[in-house]
């Protein structure tokens, strides 16, 4: 196959984690016999800086035209007190409301290499296998009226059905290949949201029959997640939830470094690690890139279809945590490997 895909390494540590991954694919195309298209664009903090907005006009007909985004991070400490839309965040937002990829997943998943890097105790997060399914174009970070007025800011919640119906049947179908079930989160004892949410997620599960439905309250959920994390296949749950909640995945892989991500719509995907630029560490070659390996690989598998080169790509990740040949984050025995020597080592465990 041609993969055309755009590259947008970002902020931070997001140029050297996007390196890391592109040259494992690199190594993906040459041993399975593909050709590669990529562009690279700019987004983010250095968009403002080179271009004086976060999201330019190129950098989306970039996206538009290609088959998938392969993504690093946005955020630098300079632009905390930038008026929103001066932020490097409004690119992240704004590229994904473009491709509209409206269902966001992050798989957690504790590889047994690293149950010691968790800080939660190992019976509690082995086994821990699971898949955050979260709307990722609507809710509170879009909703409208929003803004700050005098001595009042305010934003607005907002979901149609159509924006809840399309979400959660990406989770039924995902659980249809796990193990049938699927937790939807919410706060349905307090929000006329969540209320509609949760009416408009049971009236999708009775189109699946062989998948069972749970439901919890996102307080809860957060708890459980650190309690008892193997109870959860697929969780289901709008933007702002789900940004938070898959956080926590991080404590369960044993860093948030390993966590990759997902961002699906009807034709266009977005791929990205779910760790932020990280400036403390930027330049400094010490970043876990397997986040951003992992979301190469999901691109793969979710745009390219090309199932086999993705389970080749984390089976080699499997070989690479169980060499111990792993960066700073994850507390290898020995020195830890530089963000270039781990993807290396990843190449050559293909």
């Known amino acids: 196959m041609n993969l055309k895909i755009l590259i947008l390494p970002g902020d931070g540590i997001g140029a050297e984690v996007t390196s890391a991954a592109v040259d494992v694919l690199r190594a993906v195309a040459k041993k399975f016999g593909h050709t590669l298209e990529l562009s690279e664009g700019l987004i983010g903090g250095v968009a403002i800086h080179k271009t004086g907005t976060p999201l330019p006009q190129d950098t989306l007909d970039k996206a538009l035209a290609a088959d998938a985004t392969l993504m690093g991070a ?3 400490p300079e632009f905390d ?17 473009a491709l509209d990829v409206f269902a966001n997943l992050r798989p957690v998943r504790t590889y047994p290499e690293l149950i010691d890097s968790s800080p939660l105790k190992n019976h509690i997060v082995d086994g821990t296998d699971m898949i955050i399914v979260r709307e990722l174009t609507a809710g509170l970070y879009y909703g409208q009226p929003r ?6 800011a305010f934003n607005t919640m907002s979901y149609t059905r159509a924006e809840i119906e399309r979400v959660t049947h990406t989770a039924f179908k995902l659980a249809r290949n796990r193990r049938k079930l699927v937790t939807s989160v919410d706060k349905s004892n307090v929000l006329e949201v969540s209320q509609f949410w949760r009416k408009v997620v049971i009236e999708v599960a009775a189109q699946y029959p062989d998948v069972k439905l749970e439901h919890i309250l996102v307080d809860n959920a957060a708890m459980q997640m650190v309690l008892r994390p193997t109870q959860f296949d697929v969780m289901l749950t709008e933007n702002t939830f789900g940004d938070i909640l898959s956080d926590i995945g991080g404590i369960l892989a044993g860093s948030i470094g390993m966590l990759p991500s997902a961002s699906l719509g009807e034709k266009k995907g977005l791929y990205e690690p779910v760790h932020g630029s990280a400036p403390d560490i930027a330049g400094q070659n010490k970043a876990n890139p397997l986040g951003a390996i992992g979301s190469m690989a999901a691109m793969l598998e979710y745009t390219f279809d090309l199932v086999n080169e993705a389970n080749a790509v984390n089976a080699a990740i499997g070989k690479v945590l169980a060499s111990g040949r792993v960066t700073a984050d994850l507390k290898p025995k ?17």
């Open 334 to 350: 020995g020195t830890p490997a530089t963000t270039d020597q781990v993807g290396r080592a990843v190449s050559e465990a293909l």
């Open 81 to 97: 007190n930038a008026p929103p839309g001066k932020r490097p965040e409004k690119g992240l937002l704004g590229i994904r409301a």
């Open 147 to 152: 803004g700050i007025e005098n001595d009042r």
């Open 74 to 76: 946005v955020g630098l």
